[in-house]
């Protein structure tokens, strides 16, 4: 007889909302909730859902938990993670298998691609999955799908926001660090707390660090061992000296893992960029670069790669006071035009104080939709040699490249 097991997501936030569909999709009744009246969740069959207070009772009942990991360290939820009821308690399988961590501030997402990529190519079974703000489906659907398959190697992209909770429901056996930058300071307050976090992170564990990165060098202290990266030598399909670095990243961890420098090197060499990841749109006499560049280092990554006299970006969501920091980086190019569109909320109005702030002395233009995005970039490739489109919106930046693209092949 099949029994099906009640599961209780505390906190519906993108990871929760995830964990509540990746938990119905393997066949449990779930109970929900979150402090917040505006949860976008709506009661169905197998799925019970509270707004604005979270039912105890009903979490008590259940046969596990699933804690949202921004509610991680919360005093209220201190008791619920002492009594062995967290899903990663209850179901296990993930934990015998030899677990990769990729983390830091930018090319998280693409450096746990490449690696996934290799091993694959070496013959591995590897689950890969995490952070769902980096595109994945979640932390919850891995520990489930590793439950329900065979695997070799699990592969998991570690937000820098959810390294304590990460920390508790996998066994990382080598961890990856790609950089450290200015990204979610509203959360970490400083840099150094940042590092901080990450230092405990990687306490005791194997590590992979950036050797170029003297930021880093802290990690080492706390690490149990430390392997150095800087820039792959082979040749990518890939725009940039970051992705060089990625590639270097995963090829570093390949190698710890005893693959072949060939499976590595054919590997790279044939990776294609990710989407909404930087690429390049060549046109006869201009190139355009689209990708996004979420914070301030990856946008100064990209900057810094090529002089671009025309730099679109979507705008930040409201409260990301770090995240104005990438039109500074845009206003320090020069560059004689800065055109913003709304990327995850609109808040041209905050980005236009920061270049006034910043006394940016080109041309401003405020573009309204996608549609409006391609159309003016198109215009910009006519007069100048290199448009750059960028900043927040992962999804309208994806179709920002696919319009583009369409663009041009129907010309």
């Known amino acids: 007889m099949v029994v099906i097991m009640n599961a209780a997501v505390i906190g519906l936030g993108v990871e929760g909302l995830n964990a509540v569909e990746s938990l119905l999709n393997h066949g449990y009744t779930v109970y929900a909730s979150d402090v917040n009246l505006d949860v976008e969740l709506e009661a169905g069959e ?23 990991p921004g509610l991680w360290n919360k005093p209220a939820f201190q008791q619920i993670k002492s009594e062995n009821k967290l899903l990663s308690d209850v179901v296990t399988s993930h934990r015998s298998l030899f677990t990769i961590g990729v983390t830091g501030t930018n090319g998280k997402t693409t450096t746990t691609m490449m690696i996934a990529s290799i091993l694959e190519n070496a013959g591995l079974n590897v689950l890969t999955g995490g952070n769902a703000g980096g595109g994945f ?26 390294l304590d909770f990460c920390n508790h429901n996998f066994d990382f056996d080598l961890v990856v660090v790609t950089n450290v930058g200015r990204d979610h300071l509203e959360v970490h307050h400083s840099l150094e707390n940042y590092r901080k976090s990450l230092q405990k992170f990687v306490t005791g564990k194997k590590i992979v660090l950036n050797q170029d990165n003297k ?29 060089r670095e990625n590639a270097a990243a995963a090829s570093k961890a390949a190698e710890i893992m005893g ?15 990710l989407p909404g990841r930087a690429s390049v749109i ?17 946008a100064a990554a990209v900057l810094n790669e090529v002089k671009f006299p025309v730099i679109i970006l979507g705008t930040p969501r409201k409260g990301e006071m770090c995240r104005l920091d990438i ?8 560059c004689p035009i800065i055109a913003l569109f709304p990327g995850l909320d609109d808040t041209r109005q905050e980005v236009q104080k920061v270049l006034e702030e910043e006394e940016y ?51």
């Open 327 to 334: 039109f500074r980086e845009a206003s320090k190019t020069g």
């Open 361 to 411: 002395q080109g041309k401003v233009y405020n573009l309204t939709d996608v549609e409006d995005v391609v159309e003016f970039a198109l215009q910009c490739s006519e007069e100048y040699s290199h448009v750059f489109i960028g900043g927040n919106g992962q999804r309208k930046i994806i179709e920002i490249t696919q319009c583009l693209k369409e663009a041009l092949a129907a010309k």
């Open 215 to 243: 930021s880093l060098d802290a990690l080492s202290e706390t690490a149990g061992e430390t392997h150095l990266f800087t820039k792959t030598p082979y040749k990518l399909n890939l725009f940039g000296d970051f992705n």
């Open 46 to 68: 197998g799925l019970d859902v509270d707004r604005g207070f979270h039912d105890f009772g009903k979490i008590e009942d259940s046969d596990l938990v699933v804690l949202s």
């Open 282 to 298: 060549n046109l006869p006499h201009s190139q355009i670069v689209v990708g996004k560049t979420d914070n301030a280092d990856a």
């Open 137 to 162: 489906k979640g932390y919850t659907e891995v520990i489930l799908e590793a439950a329900t398959h065979d695997y070799d190697v699990l592969l998991v992209e570690v937000c820098d926001m959810t």
């Open 259 to 273: 693959i072949s420098k060939e499976t590595i090197e054919k590997t790279l060499k044939e990776f294609q960029v």
